[in-house]
């Protein structure tokens, strides 16, 4: 039921909202202005807490849900972090003295826009939860440093495509079976009919392949070596690009049904 849902969300970002609560306590034990730095992840833990808990997938309710406690975790921090640091029996008292929060309204200020420029600027998972389609287009957009850089050429040296070969030493092509091969990771293996497109991304994130449910397969960058390759390679298989640029539309688009 979709109040069940709505529940089970409220219930995920209060607790991010208290682990980043606990965090800065635990961080002001140690260095006093720790506490500061704490609160930029009080809105990335709202959110994950959100999705952890399975909250109701609607973006209205869900960005308010969490936008709430992202506010209440700022406020709350620097409470927090002033009573652990300073150790007195009658902080409890202190803080809730008009002095106090008139002498505190500028870091309380800071620290809420701190938290909910993290919040705005981390919320492509939290969307990506409400609606999966997005899930590509996110991945494309995030920085890739590991993939190097990702600038679209103007134009391909036109070659034939051969049977095998290796994209930057990242992905194998084998025929119609492609096969990732991460440094760390189990490799994933996967055919060319699995593909359902590709979104490439900016300057500075990847091109992502993505099956039928929007699931990231592989990801690759222009930079990588036989980058151009694998473009012909896919275009040789009627895969779908969402957004080929002018440049590249010359080498043929598939039809958008294929």
């Not at 921090?77 to 002095?99: D, M, Q």
Request: net charge positive; glycine share 10%.
């Amino acid at each position: 039921m979709a109040w069940k849902d709505g529940l089970k969300g409220v219930l995920g970002a209060l607790l991010g909202a208290l682990g980043c609560v606990l965090l800065s306590w635990a961080a002001s034990g140690l260095v006093s202005s720790a506490s500061l730095l704490v609160t930029f992840f009080a809105g990335p833990l709202a959110m994950a807490g959100y999705r952890r808990c399975k909250g109701l997938k609607n973006r209205r309710f869900a960005y308010a849900v969490t936008g709430i406690f992202t506010l209440l975790a700022s406020v709350l921090s620097p409470v927090v972090a002033a009573a652990a640091y300073r150790l007195e029996a009658g902080i409890f008292l202190t803080i809730l003295t008009p002095a106090y929060w008139a002498k505190a309204w500028i870091v309380h200020l800071y620290m809420s826009g701190l938290a909910m420029l993290a919040f705005w600027q981390r919320r492509g998972r939290l969307q990506v939860y409400i609606d999966p389609s997005l899930g590509p287009r996110y991945e494309a957009g995030k920085y890739a440093g590991g993939l190097m850089y990702n600038m679209c050429p103007m134009q391909l040296a036109a070659q034939a495509v051969p049977r095998q070969f290796y994209v930057g030493g990242k992905l194998e092509v084998d025929g119609a079976r492609l096969r990732t091969v991460p440094a760390l990771r189990k490799g994933r293996t996967f055919s060319v009919g699995e593909i359902a497109g590709v979104v490439l991304g900016r300057s500075t994130g990847s091109n992502v392949l993505y099956d039928k449910d929007h699931q990231v397969l592989a990801k690759f960058a222009w930079s990588m070596g036989n980058a151009d390759l694998l473009f012909l390679y896919l275009l040789e298989h009627n895969v779908k690009f969402d957004n080929l640029p002018p440049e590249l539309a010359v080498y043929g688009q598939p039809p958008t049904g294929s």
